[in-house]
């Protein structure tokens, strides 16, 4: 398995402000994603973080409101920018492991709360 | 990647074994099954996975039908440390990121 940790592990924010969330892993690995999971919903795909190149984004993700870094191997930063009670969920890194990502190890997650 | 279908909620009592469905009656022949669960407050959990036989680990079993179109994620043992959401997801090896349904909420009863 994979070690993978995530700070801030939770935060409340003022509207209209940004907030980097940074995701750490304890090994290389090739694939790390980003999740959105809002309150009583299931987990929606935000992006694959890509190293050394733009981010993939999902359909109804921006750039802009969501830019991701991915500067090596084990660390990758998503920030939540311009916010609104409407970004306030958990926020999940991932990593994908074995053959095409074959098994995939999640952080303990980040629970943003925007005022 | 294949759509599945999985009961809302379901109830089971502690020390009974737990049988979670799963239909993915699309399917396709390179595509696995996996099961990952979240438990509350908690990012999801990777559990079991398979192709097409029958696999077991030190968590679970995971049984699929032979024409695949369905499965059954078997708990043998529910403790109340099971109660979470578990989700069945379906896609093929190489396909990176798990897409999420809404998943069974499991509540595992004394």
């Known amino acids: 398995s994979a070690v993978i940790s995530q700070k801030p592990s939770r935060d409340i924010c003022q509207r209209g402000t940004s907030l980097t969330i940074q995701c750490q892993v304890d090994?290389?690995?090739?694939?790390m994603f980003w999740y959105r999971q809002q309150p009583g919903q299931s987990l929606t795909l935000i992006a694959t973080?890509?190293?050394?190149?733009?981010?993939?984004?999902e359909s109804g993700f921006v750039i802009d409101k969501f830019p991701i870094s991915r500067p090596n191997l084990t660390f990758s930063t998503l920030t939540v920018s311009n916010m609104s009670p409407e970004d306030s969920s958990i926020y999940l890194c991932?990593?994908?492991?074995?053959?095409?990502?074959?098994?995939?190890?999640f952080g303990p997650g980040t629970r943003l709360t925007v005022l | 990647d294949a759509k599945t279908t999985q009961p809302t909620s379901m109830d089971c009592a502690e020390g009974r074994a737990a049988n979670l469905p799963c239909n993915h009656s699309?399917?396709?022949?390179?595509?696995?099954v996996y099961w990952y669960r979240q438990i509350h407050s908690q990012g999801p959990q990777y559990i079991i996975h398979?192709?097409?036989n029958n696999e077991t680990n030190e968590m679970a079993s995971l049984i699929i039908t032979e024409d695949r179109k369905s499965s059954t994620l078997i708990l043998p043992h529910a403790t109340l440390r099971d109660t979470a959401v578990y989700y069945c997801i379906v896609r093929v090896v190489s396909g990176g990121d798990m897409r999420f349904g809404a998943g069974t909420r499991l509540t595992v009863k004394p």
């Open positions: 090994s290389q690995v090739t694939m």
């Open positions: 973080a890509n190293q050394g190149s733009e981010a993939t984004y």
């Open positions: 398979g192709l097409k």
């Open positions: 699309t399917i396709s022949g390179n595509e696995y």
């Open positions: 991932s990593v994908g492991r074995g053959t095409g990502g074959n098994e995939q190890f």
